[in-house]
C-alpha cells in the first residue's frame, strides 16, 4: 500500500508540479486549494502526509495545522510539512509550534523534498 500525501497550495502551477512528482515516486496524491477544502479532504481521506502552504485564502496554513492537531480522531496523526516562502525564522519557529513536523522554504530542491519525505514516512528514497 503506497502512502497518501496531501498537497495543500493555491497556487496551482506549484500543485500540479508536486502532485505529478509524488505520483511518480509512487505515492497516492490528492490536492486541496485552499485551508477550509484541506480540512475536509484530511478528515475524510486520512492522508500519511500533508505538504500545507502557510499564505492560503479561508484559513491559512498555521490555522489547518494547528486544527489538525486537534482532531482527535484523527489516529494516526499525519506528518505535516509546512512548504512555503515564508522563510523567516519566526515562521519557522510558529510553524513548528503549531505542530508541523517539517518546515520547507520554497524554491526547493525536488530531490530533497522527496528524500524528506521518505525519511518522515518510513520509506524508501524516490
Known amino acids: 500500500m503506497s502512502h497518501k500525501i496531501l498537497v495543500v497550495d493555491d497556487e496551482e502551477a506549484i500543485s500540479l508540479a508536486l502532485e505529478f512528482l509524488l505520483k511518480r515516486a509512487g505515492y497516492e496524491v490528492a490536492v486541496a486549494r485552499d485551508g477550509v477544502e484541506a480540512l475536509e479532504r484530511i478528515a475524510k481521506w486520512r492522508p500519511d502526509l500533508v505538504l500545507l502552504d502557510i ?72
Open 55 to 126: 499564505m492560503m485564502p479561508g484559513k491559512d496554513g498555521f490555522e489547518v495545522c494547528q486544527t489538525v492537531r486537534g482532531m482527535s480522531e484523527l489516529t494516526p496523526q499525519p506528518k505535516i510539512f509546512m512548504l512555503t516562502a515564508k522563510g523567516r525564522e519566526v515562521e519557522r519557529t510558529k510553524g513548528l509550534a503549531v505542530g508541523a513536523d517539517d518546515y520547507v522554504v520554497k524554491p526547493f530542491s525536488t530531490e530533497e523534498l522527496l528524500k524528506r519525505v521518505a525519511q518522515h514516512l518510513g520509506s524508501e528514497a524516490a
